[in-house]
């Protein structure tokens, strides 16, 4: 460990972009990288209990006032131990995925450059942002099935009026991040692009010499739901509780099985969100300070 700071990699998500599968190749690699010098830390470490970001670093008022609670800085340096970067991955802490009560979700995570700026300034320095998103209605075809393996069960027809393709508008979220204080590069990505680009989004979080180390593993870490198995829980939730309807029809009724996969949207619906996504990745490409990972032609 050098006695520079070391720097910060953040790895926000968003939800459904394979963040768990890149997550999971991380932790996978956590002891080879730390004896590189690179701490690793997801969502095994800040979804334990007073363990998630905010509480660690003082973003919030501490359950318990009488326990004494570690600097954010204090802590910074507790975590990184004898390494000269730190990767964090945790995708809850720019807002969640769905609204826990199934009501209107006009715009997503409207809050995340004021959190990634509150962290940066607790600490102290810089914080380089890696964010990835996805095709609109493809995200919430995602977002939709999640929600009902929470066991909150919604017509899909209430779930659209609460959650229209508007609400989804990437370029607003980066750009939120890029004028956000205290963040170092910004790192976009496409979801469709991550299985290419994979090699080069590690190298960036990671370092180019230390990426050797981060293996590709399967994909499909969560398995969505079949066009069936969402009738099925939409069928079976009336009147019962709904809780692990989600996992039971996924069981019953698997993609994998040769059911077809869910898809609450018309190919107009898709094509006015694809619309809107290339509009929004073209504003993201054309912003200062952010760097749009891009599979090369050919």
Sequence with gaps: MTDQPATIAFHIGAHKTATSHLQRCLKKASEGLAE???????????????????????LRPPSNPKIARRSPKDQL??????????????????????????LLLADRYPL??????????????????YVSIRRPSAYLNSAYCQML????????????????????????????????????????????????????????????????????????VHTGLSQAAVAQVLAQAEGQDAT??????????????????????????????DAAYATQIGNIAAMDGVTLLQPVAG
């Design 36 to 58: 590189q010098g690179v701490r690793y830390y997801g969502p095994q470490y800040f979804r334990q209990r007073r363990h998630s970001i905010q509480g660690l670093f003082g």
């Design 77 to 102: 340096a507790i975590m990184r131990k004898n390494s000269d970067r730190l990767v964090f991955s945790e995708e809850n802490f720019i807002g969640p995925l769905n609204d826990p009560r199934g």
């Design 112 to 129: 995340a450059g004021v959190r990634v700026q509150s962290l940066a300034q607790a600490i102290g320095q810089d914080i380089d942002i």
């Design 149 to 220: 393996f929470s066991g909150l069960v919604r017509p899909l027809a209430v779930y659209k009026a609460n959650n229209p393709l508007s609400s989804i508008d990437w370029s607003d979220l980066v750009g939120q991040l890029r004028a956000a204080d205290g963040v170092g590069k910004v790192v976009v990505w496409c979801y469709e692009d991550y299985a290419q680009l994979f090699p080069v989004i590690v190298a960036d979080l990671v370092g180019a010499t230390q990426a050797p180390l981060v293996p590709w593993v399967p994909r499909n």
């Design 244 to 273: 692990g309807l989600g996992y039971e029809a996924r069981g019953a009724l698997p993609v994998e099985g040769g059911y077809a996969a869910f898809d609450g949207y018309t190919a107009t619906e898709h094509a006015v969100g």
